[in-house]
């Protein structure tokens, strides 16, 4: 079953397109990796995925499972993410997070943030959501810096933080925007081999933006490659064979 598709789609802010005549579509439950250099597009697309932005042609739709959080249809089907924000449940680990280093929240309150979209307005989080918390800071090897102020941590350490606080979502999809950006080498395999961990027991659709294709390599199923404005999608070693072919060339 298709996640998400895109239909002729054109992205881009205002007059300016970034991205032309898409028409893919991402499978439930499926590694799907975005391969591009900077300014290439990658969160454009996701910013679209996620509803944050509509596109100026084209249309996305979502398939909303039957009591899915923001969910208008009680059967299931697909809606367009633009007018229904939040019908699918999003683990986002962004490029560039707006969490303020100055405000004085600790690491286990900012994993904890990641509880918002699971509780309604009015509830406090619960043990279960608490515990959450504390394992997937553990499964990023965070739980020695669990009660420090984020704001004191590593660049390294911050990545780790805001890829626990996405998993706290218990997510259907995560999608990540260059996740590994500040993160340490001996750290980037291991969170790597984690995401597929993630994937490969609870069959969630994993949605990872990278400018280097061989972080990819072993766990994506199939790989999108932007370049120009355009996007190539094929099974992950067709696009890592061509990408390697390119940086040759």
Request: glycine letters at 8%; zero cysteines.
């Amino acid at each position: 079953m298709d996640l998400a598709r895109f239909d002729n789609v054109t992205l881009g802010y205002k007059r300016r397109a970034v991205l032309s005549n898409l028409n893919f579509a991402i499978r439930e439950g499926e590694f799907f990796g975005i391969v591009g250099g900077s300014r290439s597009g990658k969160t454009t697309l996701l910013r679209a995925m996620l509803g944050i932005l509509k596109p100026t042609r084209g249309e996305i739709v979502v398939h909303v499972r039957a009591g899915e959080a923001g969910a208008m249809l009680p059967d299931g089907g697909y809606v367009n993410p633009s007018d229904t924000p939040g019908a699918v449940r999003f683990g986002y680990v962004p490029q560039r997070d707006s969490i303020d280093d100055v405000f004085p929240l600790a690491v286990r309150e900012i994993v904890l943030m990641g509880r918002q979209t699971a509780l309604g307005p009015l509830q406090w989080p619960t043990a279960r959501d608490r515990d959450l918390a504390e394992k997937n800071l553990a499964q990023v090897g965070l739980s020695e810096v669990a009660g420090q102020r984020y704001r004191t941590l590593s660049s390294d350490q911050k990545q780790r933080v805001l890829i626990a606080r996405a998993l706290t979502a218990e997510p259907r999809v995560m999608a990540l925007d260059v996740p590994l950006d500040g993160v340490s080498q001996e750290n980037r395999r291991a969170i790597v081999e984690l995401l597929a961990r993630m994937h490969a027991e609870n069959r969630t659709t994993v949605i990872y933006a990278t400018r280097r294709s061989e972080e990819l390599s072993g766990s994506a199923e199939r790989l999108m490659l932007l370049q120009a404005g355009a996007a190539r999608v094929g099974p992950a070693d067709e696009i890592l064979d061509a990408t390697r072919a390119a940086a040759k060339s």
